[in-house]
């Protein structure tokens, strides 16, 4: 049997492996989501012409070329005002955490997020009275009190309990093991 793919194989898994980084996470809610108003490009080309014929004539060219490549979609304007709107969304959450938190002020890295976060106090929705539920919550008690017999996944209290085994109290001691006769 001709083992020279498998081998081929095992090399270049090692090969990925040594120069393989890892794939680290990233806000996604602080870059620019691939908005490009534009690009444009400056290239030169050389040319080289030999000819073939009696006189063997040799020729060059050399050109300068500028390139404009206008995107498709919303205009330039509109996308730059919508990263500026989801990046002033982000702060508004965050500046609560920001301003709360006066190490951060002391650190220089947090300089500039400090300065953006200075002066925005986040206002709370207070429309919800204290003893409130999730919508979810009300919904499942409402399906244990229709359907008493079910055992729900996740529930901490479900009911009375279906088993013969009693949880012991926690300083309850444990009888320690019978000792085998050998």
């Known amino acids: 049997m001709d083992y020279r793919f498998t081998a081929i194989l095992i090399l270049m898994l090692t090969m990925l492996a040594f120069f393989a980084e890892p794939a680290y996470?990233?806000?996604?809610?602080?870059?620019?989501?691939?908005?490009?108003?534009?690009?444009?490009?400056?290239?030169?080309?050389?040319?080289?012409?030999?000819?073939?014929?009696?006189?063997?004539?040799?020729?060059?060219?050399?050109?300068?070329?500028?390139?404009?490549?206008?995107?498709?979609?919303?205009?330039?304007?509109?996308?730059?005002?919508?990263?500026?709107?989801?990046?002033?969304?982000?702060?508004?959450?965050?500046?609560?955490?920001?301003?709360?938190?006066?190490?951060?002020?002391q650190n220089e890295n947090f300089r500039l997020l400090v300065m953006k976060c200075r002066g925005v106090t986040p206002a709370r929705d207070n429309t919800r009275p204290e003893n409130a539920k999730s919508l979810w919550d009300d919904m499942k008690d409402e399906y244990k009190k229709e359907n008493p017999e079910l055992t729900l996944m996740g529930d901490k209290i479900i009911g009375p309990s279906k088993s013969k085994l009693k949880v012991p109290p926690k300083d309850y001691i444990l009888p320690l093991p019978k000792p085998k006769n050998e």
Do not use: W
């Open 25 to 105: 996470p990233r806000n996604e809610y602080l870059n620019e989501y691939g908005v490009r108003c534009g690009e444009m490009e400056i290239s030169t080309e050389r040319r080289d012409t030999d000819y073939n014929y009696s006189d063997s004539n040799t020729h060059e060219d050399q050109y300068v070329r500028f390139t404009y490549r206008k995107y498709l979609g919303t205009d330039c304007k509109t996308s730059k005002e919508n990263v500026q709107i989801k990046q002033q969304l982000e702060l508004m959450k965050m500046c609560g955490r920001v301003n709360s938190n006066p190490s951060l002020a």
